[in-house]
């Protein structure tokens, strides 16, 4: 027989680097799972992606076991990494603090085509050019 789900919640964490503080020894104990046994398993299987936030989405059951998903970096952490930016600009609007080219924004969207809830490259890079936007970059071409 299937386990009772008791809830869901979501976690963006640093690939392979996850710890009990903060926000995972809180999430878990107030729901009385083992955060332990989620910060091992999520080390291990974002390992290749150290240092990069990875978006988890936890289900548990009412038997306080849990199951994890793990999706694609945000996008605009994606963005930032390709036009190698520390951060974006304070005044999107004014200050262009990188650049990305139309083939950076395809990659990008193909990427993150899993999460997004569209259904062709072209919505998803016109997605990614509003984020970019917000971010203060600019896009080529």
């Not at 027989?1 to 392979?16: E, I």
């Not at 955060?35 to 978006?55: C, S």
């Not at 997004?116 to 509003?130: K, P, R």
């Amino acid at each position: 027989m299937a386990k009772k789900v008791a809830g869901a919640f979501k976690l963006q964490l640093p690939g392979g680097q996850a710890t009990m503080a903060p926000p995972v020894g809180p999430a878990f104990g107030q729901r009385g799972l083992s955060g332990m046994e989620f910060v091992k398993q999520f080390n291990a299987k974002t390992q290749k992606n150290a240092g990069q936030i990875i978006p988890a989405v936890i289900t548990f059951y009412s038997d306080k076991t849990f199951t994890f998903e793990l999706r694609q970096p945000p996008a605009a952490e994606l963005i930032k990494a390709a036009a190698k930016i520390p951060k974006g600009s304070a005044e999107a609007n004014r200050t262009k603090v990188g650049k990305l080219t139309q083939k950076q924004v395809e990659e990008i969207a193909k990427v993150k085509m899993v999460d997004m809830n569209c259904d062709s490259v072209e919505a998803a890079m016109a997605m990614i050019v509003g984020t970019a936007n917000s971010l203060g970059v600019a896009i080529e071409g």
